[in-house]
């Protein structure tokens, strides 16, 4: 009876839980933190949910649902010490799905082959607006600098010793405020991180509207603050006024894909797929059911997938360690800084001219596209109530986009085959 | 090996700021451009003309149905709301 009993409870997880000291109960924990925030406090819950839920799934002993990293040579060890996979590289999808599990085919499969990121990335240029963009193309300046936490991060945490060069990138493109950039990154330069970078850049996304209005605060005054871009612009009339908006609309994603492909070649795999998702909108009705497809199946689909796999990738080896607090912190900072450079710019580009600009415009430098521009409407609506920079926001904001992709293809060009 | 790793992490501050600079420049003035171009080449779409089938609507609207609407603005606002404009929306 007693060996019987043994047996069940060996059988459970249990036995593997209580052996671990805690360690999966802390895996719960976030879990259920991350479930929270997107159930009850709604931030980025699309994205929240799935990816909490991956966390949870993955830290059962015995349920095979958490993904192994590889090394370089594709080895794939155990917590145990045990080998899984001498050379995962040489595996097929349907034996990885029976060896590791079907978690860790779909990661496999869809993430490390960096094809999810550009999928979404798709999705999201079919849900772009560029007309707020092509309004205020001046504004559109500050989404370049709201990348400088990127490229500061980088250096700071090189500078830490805590990381070589590669890691330090995929840390600091969290700064670049855009998930699927981060994990596309990740994936080319560290792929060990892609957990604690992936659930960072995602977290402080969820963040924003807390990190973006603590930003605001400690940089700028409230007379800044109360700038009135429609006023402004009465005073100072735009001079590029659109008359055929939905010709200009259809170009633009063509002529950019072009340009960026020219001078950025790493960053086509974002960016034309931004820029793909966006001319099938603007095409109208006779790309709709392509749009349709990919802002809607394509779109939801490849969330779904991204947020378990993601999550998945928490497991207990992979995310209780220093290296992980280091991603953390350091994604804050990157995250702070972004925005912070946004801001910065702004002030000196109102230093020399006399079009004064609402600071909140270079906090929606980073990406965050649209939440970002949103919280600014409502910080600016706080101190003056007619005053919605909500459309000039976006300018930055869809700018960006572009920018952080941009700053992805530059890291990735340079990094992705020095040899450490 | 640190000081190498920052060496390389300055230089990608240099470029990667500087190319991201650049990229962006280059979309605005081509967007610039572009505006430029169709507005000279292919000024179609104009925004001024939506305004008189919004007047027209107004006059459509007969005495009756207005009084209608205005009494139920007042049973539900509990006589504080009043109706300041009428409009027909296109199906």
Partial sequence: MEEILNNI????????????????????????????????????????????????????????????????????????????????????????????????????????????????????????????????????????????????????????????????????????????????????????????????????????????PLVVKLTCSEKELRINMKEQDKLFPPTNKMKNEKVIKIIFPIAVTTIVALLVPSAVSLIGMLMFGNLLKEIGSDTGRLFDTISNSIMNTATVFLGLCVGATMTVQAFLNWTTIGIVVGGFFAFGLSIASGICMVKITNLFSKKKINPLIGATGLSAVPMASRVCNEISTKYDPKNHVLNYCMSSNVSGVIGSAVAAGVLISFLQNMTL | MITNDIYGALQLLVVGMVTVFLVLLIVIYLGKLLIWAVNKWAPEETVAKKVAPAAKAIDTIDANTKAVIDAAISQITGGKGRVAKIEKLKN
Avoid: C
Wanted: glycine fraction near 10%.
């Fill in chain 1, 9 to 212: 409870y060996q059988m459970t997880a249990f036995s593997d839980i209580i052996a671990a000291n805690g360690t999966y109960l802390v895996m719960y924990l976030l879990a259920f933190v991350l479930l929270y925030l997107g159930i009850v406090k709604h931030f980025e819950p699309l994205l929240l949910i799935p990816i909490a839920f991956g966390v949870l799934i993955a830290n059962f002993p015995g349920g095979d649902m958490g993904v192994y990293q590889a090394d370089e040579a594709g080895r794939i060890v155990n917590a145990e010490g045990k080998v899984l996979a001498e050379n995962i590289w040489e595996m097929s999808l349907p034996q990885i799905a029976h060896d590791l599990g079907l978690m860790n085919f779909l990661y496999y499969m869809l993430i490390k082959t960096g094809f999810l990121p550009p999928v979404i990335f798709m999705g999201v240029g079919a849900l772009t607006d560029f007309g707020p963009m092509l309004r205020n193309l001046r504004l559109s300046i500050f989404g370049a600098a709201a990348q400088m936490g990127i490229f500061a991060v980088l250096i700071i945490a090189v500078a830490s010793g805590q990381f070589n060069i590669k890691e330090a990138a995929s840390l600091g493109i969290i700064g670049g405020a855009d998930g699927p950039t981060a994990i596309f990154t990740t994936i080319k330069l560290a792929p060990h991180l892609l957990a604690p970078i992936a659930i960072a850049a995602y977290s402080y996304m969820a963040l924003v509207p807390v990190i973006i």
